[in-house]
């Protein structure tokens, strides 16, 4: 049984969001039982700074919110990675209000505590690493969870939608020789979500889609500043190319901010167009 990483959350979750959290108290898990691979000497899990924004993580884990009522067939896994440009994690305890929206759908959700910089110096590379454990593990603890272990989706805002995509064009089938169970489960997740895809100063050749890259869901606003929506339409042609499931989605405004759940414009509503496209999909009923 993993142990607890960060016990602490379950208070300021309580009194950050009490409508949910007094009812729902997350499991707390790390993401490897030992040290993680490429971990910084002295690195700590971090800590909320004060408004919500989790900085200094050098020691991944997550949090798992776990529905009142689990489908029979097995519940969507969404895994939801905060934005916070790699140098914190916006909102982490709820995962950026995903926990409201979609908890009371049956929905399992995770939000991962990934590596940020400080202390990595290796940021893009540590959290690809954290998102890899982290659909690993959902996959092999998903009878325990209830979890579909072909229903696990992967959430990005911003720096969060850098992560997801970096796994959607990273991932592996897992080592069946590693003495690690975890570690012979696929890091493929079985679609992504990409909000405001930010780049992290890189350029799209350096997230090649392969043809059986998980589906994406690509949303990105016009007059966002921060994440240009010409990097969001280089990755959805890519897809194109690589004859991969995708929908790209582009609002005329809203910012950076735009896909904020129940955010003002249209890109607040975002789930009620993310519904009907994993019907599509199959996943969702």
């Given at each position: ?120 110096t290796f940021v893009d590379a540590d959290a690809l690493e954290d998102g890899k454990r982290v659909v690993r ?149």
């Amino acid at each position: 049984m993993m142990k607890p990483l960060f016990p602490s959350l379950l208070i300021s979750c309580v009194a950050l969001s009490p409508s949910w959290a007094q009812q729902i108290k997350p499991l707390e898990l790390n993401l490897w039982e030992g040290n993680p691979p490429g971990m910084v000497a002295g690195a700590t899990p971090g800590a909320d700074d004060g408004t919500g924004r989790v900085r200094n993580v050098g020691i991944p884990g997550a949090l798992v919110y776990l529905p009142k009522n689990i489908p029979k067939e097995g519940a969507i896994a969404l895994i939801v990675c905060p934005g916070g440009g790699y140098t914190h994690l916006t909102r982490l305890v709820g995962a950026d209000g995903a926990v409201g929206a979609f908890l009371p759908e049956g929905v399992v959700v995770i939000s991962l505590k990934y590596r940020t910089t400080p202390p990595s110096t290796f940021v893009d590379a540590d959290a690809l690493e954290d998102g890899k454990r982290v659909v690993r593990l959902m996959r092999h603890r998903a009878q325990e969870l209830g979890v579909d272990p072909r229903k696990i989706g992967m959430l990005g805002w911003s720096a969060g939608a850098n992560l997801a995509l970096n796994l959607a064009t990273h991932f592996d089938e897992g080592n069946t020789s590693s003495t690690d169970p975890i570690e012979r489960e696929s890091s493929r997740p079985d679609f992504v979500v990409l909000l405001s895809p930010w780049p992290s100063k890189r350029a799209l050749t350096d997230f090649p889609v392969p043809k059986n890259a998980p589906p994406a869901f690509i949303a990105s606003a016009k007059d966002d500043k921060t994440a240009p929506v010409t990097f969001a339409e280089g990755i959805a042609a890519n897809y194109e190319s690589a004859g991969a499931l995708h929908e790209l989605w582009v609002v005329e405004t809203g910012g950076h901010g735009a896909f904020t759940i129940d955010a003002p414009g249209e890109g607040g509503k975002w789930i009620a167009r993310f519904w009907p496209w994993l019907r599509k999909l199959g996943i969702r009923q």
